[in-house]
Protein backbone atom coordinates (compact mmCIF):
# COMPACT_ATOMS: atom_id res chain seq x y z
CA UNK A 1 0.00 0.00 0.00
CA UNK A 2 0.98 3.59 -1.02
CA UNK A 3 2.42 6.17 1.46
CA UNK A 4 -0.36 9.00 1.80
CA UNK A 5 1.43 12.15 2.24
CA UNK A 6 0.15 15.67 2.33
CA UNK A 7 0.64 16.67 -0.83
CA UNK A 8 1.49 20.54 0.22
CA UNK A 9 4.57 22.30 0.47
CA UNK A 10 2.96 25.65 2.61
CA UNK A 11 4.13 25.07 5.75
CA UNK A 12 5.22 28.37 6.38
CA UNK A 13 2.72 30.41 5.09
CA UNK A 14 0.59 28.65 8.38
CA UNK A 15 3.36 29.26 10.82
CA UNK A 16 2.26 31.80 12.57
CA UNK A 17 4.15 34.59 15.03
CA UNK A 18 2.18 32.97 18.14
CA UNK A 19 3.31 29.84 16.85
CA UNK A 20 6.76 31.13 16.58
CA UNK A 21 6.95 31.99 20.05
CA UNK A 22 5.65 28.92 21.47
CA UNK A 23 8.41 26.95 19.41
CA UNK A 24 11.00 28.83 20.40
CA UNK A 25 9.51 28.79 24.29
CA UNK A 26 9.21 25.33 24.21
CA UNK A 27 12.95 25.00 23.29
CA UNK A 28 13.96 26.73 26.86
CA UNK A 29 11.88 24.80 28.73
CA UNK A 30 9.19 27.97 29.30
CA UNK A 31 5.76 26.00 29.18
CA UNK A 32 3.42 28.60 31.06
CA UNK A 33 3.66 31.66 28.98
CA UNK A 34 2.16 34.62 30.39
CA UNK A 35 1.27 37.87 28.32
CA UNK A 36 3.86 39.66 29.04
CA UNK A 37 6.11 37.39 28.19
CA UNK A 38 4.42 37.31 24.46
CA UNK A 39 5.09 40.69 23.88
CA UNK A 40 8.26 40.14 25.26
CA UNK A 41 9.15 37.70 22.68
CA UNK A 42 7.47 39.39 20.04
CA UNK A 43 9.88 42.50 20.98
CA UNK A 44 12.94 40.50 20.61
CA UNK A 45 11.61 38.71 17.34
CA UNK A 46 11.48 42.66 15.71
CA UNK A 47 15.01 43.72 17.19
CA UNK A 48 16.37 39.72 15.69
CA UNK A 49 15.36 41.09 12.38
CA UNK A 50 17.28 44.22 12.64
CA UNK A 51 20.00 42.61 13.79
CA UNK A 52 19.51 39.88 10.79
CA UNK A 53 19.38 43.40 8.39
CA UNK A 54 22.72 44.65 10.59
CA UNK A 55 24.14 41.46 8.98
CA UNK A 56 23.14 41.57 5.77
CA UNK A 57 21.02 38.38 5.21
CA UNK A 58 17.92 39.49 3.84
CA UNK A 59 18.51 38.71 0.40
CA UNK A 60 14.90 38.28 0.08
CA UNK A 61 14.31 41.61 0.21
CA UNK A 62 16.19 43.09 -2.62
CA UNK A 63 14.20 44.19 -5.92
CA UNK A 64 14.34 46.84 -8.28
CA UNK A 65 12.69 49.92 -9.64
CA UNK A 66 13.13 52.76 -11.84
CA UNK A 67 13.18 56.28 -9.87
CA UNK A 68 11.95 59.28 -12.07
CA UNK A 69 14.56 61.94 -13.03
CA UNK A 70 13.77 65.65 -12.71
CA UNK A 71 16.01 68.20 -14.17
CA UNK A 72 17.62 70.03 -11.43
CA UNK A 73 17.07 67.70 -8.90
CA UNK A 74 20.01 65.59 -7.31
CA UNK A 75 18.24 64.21 -4.00
CA UNK A 76 15.76 61.61 -4.02
CA UNK A 77 14.21 60.01 -1.24
CA UNK A 78 12.79 56.95 0.03
CA UNK A 79 10.42 57.07 3.44
CA UNK A 80 10.56 54.55 6.34
CA UNK A 81 6.53 54.61 5.59
CA UNK A 82 3.70 57.00 4.25
CA UNK A 83 3.58 58.42 7.71
CA UNK A 84 7.21 59.91 7.75
CA UNK A 85 6.98 61.18 4.04
CA UNK A 86 6.22 60.69 0.26
CA UNK A 87 8.91 58.94 -1.35
CA UNK A 88 10.54 59.31 -4.99
CA UNK A 89 8.21 58.57 -8.11
CA UNK A 90 9.21 55.51 -9.32
CA UNK A 91 7.90 52.75 -12.29
CA UNK A 92 6.21 50.92 -12.43
CA UNK A 93 5.31 50.34 -8.94
CA UNK A 94 5.08 54.00 -7.27
CA UNK A 95 5.17 54.77 -3.32
CA UNK A 96 7.69 52.12 -2.15
CA UNK A 97 8.20 52.63 1.25
CA UNK A 98 11.34 50.88 3.97
CA UNK A 99 14.08 50.85 1.74
CA UNK A 100 17.06 49.85 3.90
CA UNK A 101 20.03 50.74 1.52
CA UNK A 102 20.56 51.28 -2.89
CA UNK A 103 23.20 48.41 -3.67
CA UNK A 104 23.01 49.35 -7.59
CA UNK A 105 22.28 52.01 -10.10
CA UNK A 106 22.03 52.86 -13.78
CA UNK A 107 21.04 55.81 -15.84
CA UNK A 108 18.48 53.56 -18.03
CA UNK A 109 17.95 55.27 -21.54
CA UNK A 110 14.68 54.21 -23.49
CA UNK A 111 13.60 52.85 -20.60
CA UNK A 112 10.21 50.36 -22.15
CA UNK A 113 12.03 50.16 -25.71
CA UNK A 114 13.87 47.22 -27.17
CA UNK A 115 16.90 49.96 -27.43
CA UNK A 116 17.13 50.33 -23.59
CA UNK A 117 20.44 51.09 -22.78
CA UNK A 118 22.26 51.30 -18.91
CA UNK A 119 25.17 52.91 -17.75
CA UNK A 120 26.35 52.36 -14.21
CA UNK A 121 26.65 54.48 -12.13
CA UNK A 122 29.54 54.97 -9.41
CA UNK A 123 28.64 54.90 -5.85
CA UNK A 124 30.46 56.71 -4.22
CA UNK A 125 31.39 57.70 -0.21
CA UNK A 126 30.92 61.09 1.78
CA UNK A 127 34.33 62.19 1.41
CA UNK A 128 34.14 61.53 -2.54
CA UNK A 129 31.26 63.55 -2.48
CA UNK A 130 31.77 66.33 -0.16
CA UNK A 131 35.20 67.14 -2.62
CA UNK A 132 32.92 68.16 -5.56
CA UNK A 133 33.39 71.38 -6.49
CA UNK A 134 30.13 71.83 -7.62
CA UNK A 135 27.69 70.04 -6.89
CA UNK A 136 24.73 71.36 -8.68
CA UNK A 137 26.41 71.28 -12.13
CA UNK A 138 23.79 69.46 -14.52
CA UNK A 139 25.06 66.74 -16.90
CA UNK A 140 23.95 62.59 -17.07
CA UNK A 141 24.32 61.34 -13.53
CA UNK A 142 27.61 58.98 -13.33
CA UNK A 143 27.37 58.62 -9.74
CA UNK A 144 25.24 58.42 -6.87
CA UNK A 145 25.68 58.78 -2.91
CA UNK A 146 23.22 57.14 -0.55
CA UNK A 147 22.41 58.54 2.70
CA UNK A 148 20.64 56.36 5.39
CA UNK A 149 18.59 58.64 8.04
CA UNK A 150 16.20 57.48 10.86
CA UNK A 151 12.87 58.04 8.90
CA UNK A 152 14.22 57.46 5.23
CA UNK A 153 17.26 56.37 2.71
CA UNK A 154 18.14 59.50 0.18
CA UNK A 155 20.12 58.45 -3.28
CA UNK A 156 21.98 61.66 -4.09
CA UNK A 157 23.04 62.03 -7.95
CA UNK A 158 26.17 63.78 -9.63
CA UNK A 159 25.83 65.59 -11.97
CA UNK A 160 22.35 67.23 -11.56
CA UNK A 161 19.94 65.93 -13.87
CA UNK A 162 19.60 68.06 -16.79
CA UNK A 163 16.33 66.88 -18.54
CA UNK A 164 12.75 65.19 -16.99
CA UNK A 165 12.58 63.39 -19.97
CA UNK A 166 10.50 59.99 -19.76
CA UNK A 167 12.85 58.26 -21.70
CA UNK A 168 15.72 58.57 -19.11
CA UNK A 169 15.68 57.35 -15.29
CA UNK A 170 17.36 55.62 -12.49
CA UNK A 171 17.64 52.32 -12.22
CA UNK A 172 18.08 50.95 -8.87
CA UNK A 173 18.41 47.69 -7.39
CA UNK A 174 17.75 48.21 -3.30
CA UNK A 175 17.37 46.31 -0.39
CA UNK A 176 13.84 46.66 1.84
CA UNK A 177 13.70 46.22 5.51
CA UNK A 178 11.83 43.14 6.92
CA UNK A 179 8.70 43.90 8.07
CA UNK A 180 7.85 44.42 11.78
CA UNK A 181 6.33 41.25 13.10
CA UNK A 182 2.87 43.14 14.33
CA UNK A 183 0.18 40.83 15.45
CA UNK A 184 0.60 37.03 16.87
CA UNK A 185 -1.57 36.07 13.81
CA UNK A 186 0.53 36.90 11.47
CA UNK A 187 3.51 35.42 9.32
CA UNK A 188 6.59 36.75 9.61
CA UNK A 189 8.30 38.39 6.56
CA UNK A 190 10.87 35.73 6.32
CA UNK A 191 11.41 32.53 3.39
CA UNK A 192 10.77 29.10 4.20
CA UNK A 193 14.80 28.25 4.38
CA UNK A 194 15.07 31.03 7.50
CA UNK A 195 12.03 29.47 9.44
CA UNK A 196 14.47 27.06 11.19
CA UNK A 197 17.16 30.19 12.24
CA UNK A 198 14.13 32.41 13.23
CA UNK A 199 13.03 29.84 15.89
CA UNK A 200 16.76 29.09 16.78
CA UNK A 201 17.34 33.05 16.96
CA UNK A 202 14.48 33.56 18.98
CA UNK A 203 14.88 30.70 21.54
CA UNK A 204 18.71 32.36 22.04
CA UNK A 205 17.06 35.69 22.64
CA UNK A 206 14.85 34.25 25.56
CA UNK A 207 17.24 31.95 26.79
CA UNK A 208 19.09 35.50 28.17
CA UNK A 209 15.80 36.59 29.79
CA UNK A 210 14.31 33.17 30.73
CA UNK A 211 17.33 30.68 30.98
CA UNK A 212 20.66 32.58 31.03
CA UNK A 213 22.29 28.87 32.01
CA UNK A 214 21.38 27.98 28.39
CA UNK A 215 22.61 31.16 26.84
CA UNK A 216 25.71 29.32 25.13
CA UNK A 217 23.93 26.54 24.17
CA UNK A 218 21.21 28.44 22.50
CA UNK A 219 23.62 30.42 20.75
CA UNK A 220 25.71 27.92 19.62
CA UNK A 221 22.27 26.27 18.26
CA UNK A 222 21.31 29.83 16.39
CA UNK A 223 24.70 30.69 14.45
CA UNK A 224 24.50 26.64 13.35
CA UNK A 225 21.19 27.28 11.64
CA UNK A 226 22.21 30.87 10.90
CA UNK A 227 25.05 29.16 8.88
CA UNK A 228 23.05 26.83 6.95
CA UNK A 229 20.39 29.35 6.29
CA UNK A 230 23.09 31.70 4.59
CA UNK A 231 24.73 28.55 2.30
CA UNK A 232 21.80 27.18 1.37
CA UNK A 233 20.49 31.05 0.37
CA UNK A 234 23.74 31.64 -1.44
CA UNK A 235 23.94 31.85 -5.78
CA UNK A 236 25.19 28.41 -6.69
CA UNK A 237 27.25 27.81 -9.94
CA UNK A 238 27.75 24.88 -12.17
CA UNK A 239 30.62 22.77 -10.44
CA UNK A 240 32.36 20.64 -12.81
CA UNK A 241 35.00 18.10 -11.47
CA UNK A 242 37.77 16.47 -13.11
CA UNK A 243 39.46 13.47 -11.90
CA UNK A 244 42.93 13.99 -11.84
CA UNK A 245 45.10 10.55 -12.51
CA UNK A 246 48.16 10.03 -10.70
CA UNK A 247 50.87 7.72 -11.37
CA UNK A 248 53.49 6.76 -8.46
CA UNK A 249 57.15 6.03 -9.67
CA UNK A 250 57.04 2.47 -11.13
Given at each position: MAN?????????SGFLI?????????RVGVKAVSGYQLKSARRSLNIM???????????????????????GQAEYKF??????????????????YGVDDILEAALRDN??????????????????????????SKGSPSQYYVQRFTDHTMITVYPTPDTTAATK???????????????????ADVPYRFVPCMTAGLS????????????????MLYEDELQRALTEDGSS?????????????V
Open positions: TTSGTTTFEDDVIQEAYDFQEWANRGLHYWEIDKTNVDLIEFRSSDDGTSAVTTPTNGIRTQTTQSDSALTKINRSTYSGLSNKLDLAIYFVKRIQDVGGYSNTYYLSQKEKPEMVQQMKSSTFITPQAYYPN
